[in-house]
């Protein structure tokens, strides 16, 4: 590796005291106004993989109860800045855990101001590195008429770059090779997805134990990662990290920290991570590894192709468990475990959990969902 890679960021107790002091305060980076155009539900959709119509087909759309486009519920997480990391130069952040609620749908038209703040900050032990930080940040996504939309918080786990490396707690992970019975297995099971939508589903007839149509997505591919990446996360929130050539060297001349090296000794971005193996490696996983925002969305497609068109995703309780690297698949799953009423609402709970080609556990979530009677 190149000597600027030894520079890596540490967890003092003056670096955590100063940011514990900005507890509360608003994050200049995560206050955004952003109008959902048809171009920016598209593109997000389609970064997901989500086929659903409500968000891309207008004449479906105008047709259902809602009589406009929907938004993914997941959009939220592009309509804002993105929080990595606040504070803590140079020390590592991987995305572990989200807390979604809504209080209506995202539609087409609808002007959003996000406005975030910095929620938590915990010592956590790691085995895995030197000291860890969980940080919490929570961003409130409000309509032009000042009515809360959506409230999302969402946690980092803050890790020492290059320790593991040093403890040899890093792993060279092989990915993992397919057969073509493999590939067709696959693909059968990507095939079987379905979405309800204009058949409304009632709460009635829905019963605990019952099972939803799985949603499967890999081979984990760098298309895969690029497309997410520009065609929806980091396409409609500016980039996170993702300059190009002088606005790159721009900003990396501004934050020094904000850079990860080569053993080629050039700088790339923290994000690269998604994609290079190499850099990977040095952020302490054992290869290039999918978003957690990426993650939970293919988990709320699974609720959103069940729910149907007159249904309303209330919240989402996401736990990122183990990285999905480069060539896993997965297969995300849901299962009703709860029925209950708010007044006049009835009420479903919804278990979920992504499981990789290996059967090794990569997320779980619990869904609320508003169905009619």
């Not at 890999?218 to 990290?241: C, E, K, N, Q, S």
């Not at 698949?329 to 959990?353: H, N």
Request: aromatic share 8%.
């Amino acid at each position: 590796m190149g000597t600027e890679t030894t520079d890596h960021g540490t967890i003092t107790d003056a670096a955590l005291d100063e940011l514990r002091s900005r507890l509360g305060k608003e994050l200049r980076h995560l206050r955004r106004s952003a109008v959902v155009t048809d171009e920016w539900i598209e593109r997000y959709a389609f970064a997901i993989g989500d086929q659903h119509p409500l968000w891309t087909d207008r004449t479906y759309a105008e047709l259902s109860p809602h009589r406009s486009l929907l938004a993914p519920p997941t959009m939220v997480y592009v309509l804002s800045g993105w929080d990595i990391g606040t504070g803590l130069p140079g020390v590592h952040g991987m995305f572990v855990r989200s807390h979604l609620e809504w209080s209506r749908p995202i539609r087409e038209g609808d002007r959003l101001l996000s406005v975030g703040r910095l929620y938590e900050v915990t010592e956590r032990p790691s085995r895995f590195a030197g000291r860890s930080v969980l940080q919490g940040t929570e961003t409130v996504f409000s309509d032009a008429e000042g009515a809360a939309v959506c409230r999302a918080r969402n946690w980092n786990l803050r890790t020492e770059r290059g320790e593991a490396r040093r403890r040899g707690t890093v792993a060279r992970k092989e990915k993992h090779t397919y057969t073509a019975e493999d590939r067709a297995r696959i693909e059968r099971d990507v095939f079987r997805e379905t979405i309800r939508g204009d058949l409304p589903r009632r709460w009635a007839d829905t019963h605990v134990g019952e099972v939803l149509p799985a949603v499967v997505k890999g081979p984990l591919t760098v298309t895969d990662m690029v497309g997410y990446m520009r065609g929806g996360f980091g396409g409609i929130a500016h980039g996170f990290f993702m300059y190009t050539h002088g606005l790159g060297t721009a900003f990396r001349r501004r934050h020094p920290s904000a850079v990860m090296w080569t053993s080629l000794g050039i700088a790339d971005s923290p994000e690269a991570v998604h994609w290079d193996d190499e850099l990977a490696r040095a952020a302490g996983v054992p290869a290039a590894y999918d978003l957690g925002p990426q993650r939970i969305a293919w988990m709320a497609t699974v609720v959103t192709n069940w729910m149907g068109d007159t249904a309303f995703l209330r919240s989402l309780d996401s736990h990122l468990k183990k990285f999905v690297i480069m060539a896993d698949t997965v297969w995300c799953r849901g299962v009703v475990t709860g029925k209950q009423r708010d007044g006049e609402r009835g009420l479903v709970t919804v278990g979920l959990e992504a499981m990789n080609q290996l059967g090794e556990l990569v997320a779980v979530a619990e869904a609320v969902v508003e169905l009619p009677e």
